[in-house]
């Protein structure tokens, strides 16, 4: 019998080859943004939402913050980026560190491409 309130067919099949990283995106307050059909899982049954979850990921990304001008003098984004995603095991909170540093370097190879600073 089918759980009417869990849906698992919105989720992603990791075997389907969905990026999941490219789907989730996270507010400065460290609040998580996922598509509209992932809403119930994600912000219900899981709870990635809940207040503790977004104070922490906001602490992490201020924290971050903090040493990520230190890290520039040795390392690029993409550097810092792999760096990350490579310990193990996984530095609290790497999704929205990885986010930004994705988002900050989407920005940037645009604003070269099109000329603005």
């Known amino acids: 019998m089918a759980d009417a309130f869990f849906n698992a067919s919105a989720l992603p099949n990791p075997a389907s080859g969905i990026n999941v990283e490219e789907k989730i995106g996270y507010e400065r307050d460290g609040t998580m943004i996922v598509p509209q059909e992932w809403d119930i899982e994600i912000n219900k049954i899981l ?3 809940a207040p503790v979850l977004i104070l922490n990921r906001k602490n992490a990304w201020e924290a971050f913050i903090k040493v990520y001008p230190k890290l520039r003098e040795t ?3 993409q550097e810092i980026i ?3 995603s490579s310990q193990h ?3 609290p909170f790497l999704g929205i560190l990885l986010y930004f540093l994705r988002v ?4 940037n190879e645009e604003s070269k491409t099109s000329g603005k600073v």
Not at 104 to 107: A, D, E, I, N, V
């Open 89 to 91: 095991p996984a530095t």
């Open 75 to 77: 390392f690029s984004d």
């Open 104 to 107: 900050k370097k989407l920005y």
């Open 47 to 49: 709870n990635l939402n």
């Open 82 to 84: 792999d760096k990350l």
